[in-house]
């Protein structure tokens, strides 16, 4: 490695395209698997998903075989008309909405919650393998059985929590049949099943601060909150900003808990792009031009989004 | 850092790699091997709480607990129920006690063929995936080279793809292809996700394996492949491990292609079997959460054992620390 690294120093002045392929070759070599696959299982479909998106493709006019029969394709060339429709739509921008509700509560409650238990976790005391091992307990039930769990659990008849809050006295909530109830509802789950990820790697990243900077602080007089401000969270800073990312990828992507849990309903409440995008074409006549439009716009946001993550990391002295 | 100067300083970059890769395995260590035990030992002298805050922590934490296992526990309780019980609004956790529902979820419908299908696509996937991935997980861990940071950009971009935006494409693709309802389709819309994600998972693990390996290898004159293969392959299974078992998850609990490619109830994974049970007009609460505690009871004990290493790979892959 070394070796390879100088060698690399006293070649780069006259580096060619001979010096490059003798210098590189087995890490080109070492990638391409995935440049390959990734090139022909995401690039080509992405290519066809935008020229799908430029059309007006549907289910109708999109060729098949029904048993002997060819039937050609039909769909033409319709150019950006499908963007504009959904640019200039109200459900656009009342999914976009909701979508950054839903996927900036949700990060903030995992972020928030994951942090508070692992500060707690992270400290000596009785049990402490025992807590942990029930606080993950969500993260190791797959997302859709979890989905159902909510569901039963907040099934507005016989569900456990509208039976507890009987029992209480209070009236019972229809949880899912409610658009207000029902965001309340699938934000719940979701934030159920991810804090525990973001608590293990926050605790991860605690545990990676050299203890000795508490102690010289404490002997500097620091008060807790002066420790955790400029100790623990610059500390964490290279887990979090991971995970933030990742968890922001994810909700927003999150397509079990809502698909499952309420379907998008009641009357599209709780319906974020993702889950709109893939009814779309997968519900109904089937609009796959339409469709495919959304998923380009959909990773287009998602894009811009972690280019500023991206620069804003960099900035910090993040390593690419 | 800047951009400019990835290359023609690499040996610093490689340097600091080394470094914190190994603060990340000490750190690590300790409480992988004895939660709790090493750090009472080191700090138990330091810190010392009132009872009151004790108590108020070991409350917290309870019901945090609490919170977090109920639905869990209920899932099991109320599999355990009658069908009867099940649909009246009773709080208490024992009624009727009865494995009826575990009986008819085995014996009258196809769970077992689902959870068939859903393992060998899941196995498919997992053992496809990491196979294609590894190589390219070392390359992006030791060397830099053009290109680096385009393949790092494309290992990130794809892992955000929502599912929207393949679907469509794939699904034309399969059924131009006549796989529609068939095993390979779906193994292939899984790969989309899980190539680029093991890449990026054991680039995490490869980074904690010392340099000083390589450069070992490297001096008794082995190729780059052949350190690989010989000396970090052997070092890094269980990060192989744990990534194959991230993808056999991810196919596992996969719902959306599962839902679209799947069409026929003898190719069902489990994600879409057991949708059939609470559909739009009837709800079998019994064969659902019956079938739910068959499906999370060995997910989560597998998990629960590597849970550990899962973290550390997601997180390691795309920082230094």
Not at chain 1, 72 to 98: H, K, M, Q
Not at chain 1, 143 to 163: D, K, P, Q
Not at chain 2, 140 to 155: D, T
Request: aromatic fraction near 12%.
């Amino acid at each position: 490695m070394t070796a390879d690294v100088v060698a690399g120093r006293r070649a780069a002045p006259r580096s060619g395209a001979r010096r490059l392929l003798s210098r590189h070759w087995y890490a080109w070599a070492m990638t391409a698997p995935v440049v390959i696959v990734t090139l022909v299982l995401v690039g080509y479909p992405l290519a066809r998903g935008v020229y799908l998106s430029l059309t007006d493709a549907t289910e109708a006019n999109m060729g098949r075989t029904i048993g002997m029969n060819v039937i050609p394709s039909t769909y033409e060339f319709v150019g950006l008309r499908n963007y504009a429709e959904i640019l200039t739509s109200a459900t656009f921008l009342g999914r976009l909405l909701w979508t950054v509700v839903w996927t900036v509560v949700c990060v903030a409650l995992h972020v928030g919650l994951g942090l508070g238990t692992a500060l707690l976790l992270n400290r000596p005391m009785r049990f402490r393998s025992v807590y942990r091992m029930l606080l993950v307990l969500p993260w190791a039930v797959p997302a859709f059985v979890s989905a159902f769990i909510w569901r039963y659990l907040l099934n507005g008849e016989f569900g456990v929590v509208n039976a507890m809050l009987r029992a209480a006295g209070f009236a019972g909530i229809s949880w899912l049949d409610d658009p207000l109830w029902a965001k309340v509802s699938v934000i719940a789950c979701n934030v159920w099943l991810g804090v525990p990820f973001m608590m293990l790697a926050l605790l991860g990243g605690l545990q990676a601060i050299p203890r000795e900077l508490y102690e010289a602080a404490e002997v500097d007089g620091a008060s807790p909150w002066q420790r955790f401000r400029h100790i623990t969270v610059p500390g964490l800073s290279p887990v979090s900003s991971t995970v933030v990312l990742l968890g922001t990828i994810w909700t927003f992507n999150q397509f079990p808990v809502i698909f499952l849990l309420t379907r998008g309903g009641p009357a599209g409440s709780t319906e974020i792009l993702v889950t709109y995008a893939y009814r779309q074409a997968f519900e109904g006549i089937r609009n796959y031009s339409g469709s495919a439009a959304w998923g380009l716009v959909i990773l287009a946001l998602l894009v811009v989004l972690a280019a500023v993550y991206r620069s804003a990391l960099r900035r910090q002295g993040e390593e690419w | 850092m800047t951009t400019g100067d990835q290359v023609t300083t690499g040996d610093e970059v490689t340097g600091e790699r080394a470094t914190t890769g190994g603060r990340v395995t000490t750190a690590g260590a300790p409480h992988g091997e004895a939660p709790g035990k090493a750090p009472r030992g080191a700090r138990g002298g330091r810190e010392y709480r009132s009872p009151a805050r004790s108590a108020a922590l070991h409350l917290t934490l309870i019901a945090a607990s609490v919170v977090s296992v109920f639905p869990v526990a209920w899932l099991v309780l109320t599999s355990l129920k009658p069908r009867t019980v099940i649909e009246t609004a009773s709080v208490r956790p024992f009624e009727q006690p009865t494995l009826a529902n575990y009986a008819q979820v085995l014996g009258e419908t196809r769970f077992l063929t689902w959870a068939g299908n859903s393992i060998i696509v899941s196995l498919a996937t997992a053992v496809i995936g990491v196979l294609l991935s590894a190589t390219t997980g070392y390359a992006v861990s030791r060397f830099r080279f053009p290109g680096f940071r385009s393949v790092m950009w494309m290992l990130l971009i794809t892992q955000m793809f929502p599912v929207a935006i393949l679907i469509v494409p794939i699904y034309n693709l399969m059924a131009g292809l006549g796989l529609i309802n068939q095993f390979p389709s779906l193994v292939i819309a899984y790969l989309t996700s899980t190539v680029p994600f093991c890449a990026w998972m054991m680039k995490g693990y490869f980074d904690t394996v010392p340099v000083s390996i390589d450069e070992a290898g490297r001096v008794d004159g082995l190729t780059p492949f052949g350190t690989f293969w010989r000396l970090i392959v052997p070092l890094a299974k269980p990060g192989l491990a744990v990534a194959a078992f991230y993808s056999f998850l991810t196919a596992w609990a996969e719902v959306a292609y599962a839902t679209a490619f799947m069409t026929g109830d003898d190719k069902y994974t489990l994600a879409v079997g057991l949708s059939q049970f609470v559909g739009q007009h009837k709800a079998e609460w019994g064969l659902l959460t019956a079938s739910s505690v068959l499906i999370a009871i060995p997910a989560a004990a597998v998990f629960l054992l590597v849970q550990r290493h899962l973290v550390t790979g997601l997180t390691a892959g795309a920082t230094k620390a």
